[in-house]
Structure formats: C-alpha cells, structure tokens
C-alpha cells in the first residue's frame, strides 16, 4: 500500500518561509511525476507546482519566482520550499504522486496525501 505522508506547514508571518515535504512509501517502482496543490478555504483544490521524473518544473502563476518545487536527490520525496509567503498563500496543501508503478501490481495509479495547513498572517 502506498502512502504519502505530508509535513512542514504551520503558523509564519507573511514575508516568512517554510518547506514542505511528502514522502511515500510502499512497494513503489516509479514515478512519473510529483506535484503540490493547494485548496484555501471555500476554493477549488489548485496546482501549485509540479516536476516531472526528468526533472522538469511547473508553477502557478501565483508563486513563481516564490517557490521551489524539488527532491533533491532523495528518494520517493518531494519538497516544497515557500519564501516570501503572503497571506493569500493561506491553505491545506497537498502532494500527488502521478502515474506510480509498483512491484506487486501491473497497473500505475495517482496517490495523494493527507494534507498539511499552512497559514500566513498579516
């Protein structure tokens, strides 16, 4: 069974930074993708970044140039480092590992994980 499992969010003043970080685990054989979404209070769930396993990236307008979708080398891992955080950036966020291939079944499936909060004040 895979699992993702997101943590780094909390409370942090407007200007401040955080990095999030999901790790899955599980029979994982591959990914095709990694991504961050975020879904504020009231809204729909959005994208806000994505790298493929070849390491390109997408951003949403909205954070270019603020964040930095990563791995950094590590496996099954995905970070994202949020720096001149607004209180518009106010959310649950979410990682999605896209197209998994595992060892114990043929078929490639999209996992999400549970969620972490990240809330910036004015």
């Known amino acids: 069974q895979v699992q993702l499992v997101e943590s780094g969010g909390g409370l942090v003043q407007a200007g401040g930074s955080l990095r999030l970080s999901c790790v899955g685990s599980?029979?994982?054989?591959?990914?095709?993708?990694m991504a961050w979404y975020r879904q504020a209070p009231g809204k729909q769930r959005e994208l806000v970044a994505d790298?493929?396993?070849?390491?390109?990236?997408n951003y949403a307008d909205s954070v270019k140039g603020r964040f930095t979708i990563a791995t950094y080398g590590a496996v099954n891992t995905v970070y994202l480092q949020m720096d001149s955080l607004k209180p518009e950036d106010t959310a649950d966020y979410y990682c999605?590992?896209?197209?998994?291939?595992?060892?114990?079944?043929?078929?490639?499936?999209?996992?999400w994980g549970k969620g972490t909060q990240v809330t910036v004040s004015s």
């Open positions: 999605e590992f896209r197209n998994v291939k595992t060892t114990d079944s043929y078929f490639a499936m999209n996992y």
């Open positions: 790298i493929s396993s070849g390491g390109d990236r």
């Open positions: 599980g029979p994982i054989f591959s990914i095709d993708a």
